[in-house]
């Protein structure tokens, strides 16, 4: 698979400014059963065990892909847990680090700049088997991307108690 495309084409990097301080975003992104409220293709997710989200814990998400008419489980372990800071995970397949998630948050204008990013480990085929699929779920996770970092910046917003942000 590896032929198809260059692992540097798999990658997306995405900011959003929010209008609230870097824990109250990190405490919304760190809670993986709340982000079903702003994440488009989740439809749930849970902690495995003490359901604490820190460096080695491990969550269960189900997602669900409208274009397709599927849905998917993915098992994933936090990476990164640093609060007010960072929050990262890999989703895991057949144990092998295949996609890493990372959100990074920096406290900018009196609220905080979220960056966030998507890149891919390690190529299976369930992401797609031709170069056009690949760079499919690419577009879908780029648009997925914007869309969810509206959304945290209303809820994060609403919940910092300031008026609604424009995208």
């Known amino acids: 698979m590896s032929d198809l495309v260059e692992l ?9 400014w ?9 405490d919304l992104i760190s809670d993986v059963g709340a982000s079903v409220d702003w994440t488009p293709d989740l439809v749930s997710a849970s ?15 189900v997602n669900a892909d409208v274009r397709h ?9 936090v990476q990164v847990a640093e609060p007010g800071r960072e929050f990262a995970w890999y989703v895991v397949v057949q144990g092998v680090d295949a996609t890493l998630w990372r959100y990074r948050l920096r406290p900018q204008d009196g609220g905080t700049l979220v960056t966030e990013d998507w890149q891919v480990e390690h190529l299976f085929p369930v992401m797609g088997e031709s170069r056009e699929e690949l760079l499919g779920l690419k ?7 914007a869309a969810t970092l509206d959304s945290l910046a209303r809820t994060a917003a609403s919940r910092a108690g300031r008026p609604p942000q424009a995208g």
């Open 18 to 26: 929010v209008d609230a301080p870097p824990q109250l975003v990190y």
């Open 8 to 16: 540097s084409e798999l990658r997306v990097r995405r900011e959003r």
């Open 47 to 61: 902690y495995e065990a003490d359901g604490v989200p820190r460096a080695g814990s491990w969550f269960t998400a």
């Open 69 to 77: 008419d599927r849905e998917w489980v993915t098992r994933s372990r």
């Open 139 to 145: 577009a879908h996770n780029t648009a997925g991307m």
